[in-house]
């Protein structure tokens, strides 16, 4: 809610004054599926997992939650893998649409 601010104190209008009530904006939603790959402490490689876990319909179809690699570059790769799994599990037809 914007209150009024009849002095206009920092540059700040007469309406650009924020209540100290207002809650302040949440951070930014994370855009993708693979949240950020780090290097394991446990194996020294680089590991990444997806950003909420997998259902049970999807692990059944193959996909994976965590893929790790010792280069960017193949993790890379495993990365394009499982989107295109993704992607071929989201594009399936579904049952009733297979029966008509």
């Known amino acids: 809610m914007v209150k009024a601010n ?3 104190v920092g540059g700040m209008g007469a309406t650009d004054y924020i209540s100290e009530q207002e809650p302040l904006p949440g951070p930014e939603i994370p855009k993708g599926r693979w949240a950020n790959p780090y290097i394991s402490d446990s194996t ?3 590991t990444v997992y997806t950003r909420r876990p997998l259902e049970p319909m999807h692990a059944s ?7 790790s690699a010792d ?3 193949r993790l890379k ?3 394009e893998e499982e989107n295109e799994k993704w992607t071929a599990f989201h594009t399936r ?3 009733h649409q297979s029966t008509g």
């Open 77 to 79: 790769e495993l990365i």
């Open 44 to 46: 020294g490689r680089l």
């Open 71 to 73: 280069t960017f570059e």
């Open 93 to 95: 037809p579904t049952f």
């Open 6 to 8: 009849p002095q206009g």
């Open 61 to 67: 179809f193959g996909l994976r939650s965590c893929l």
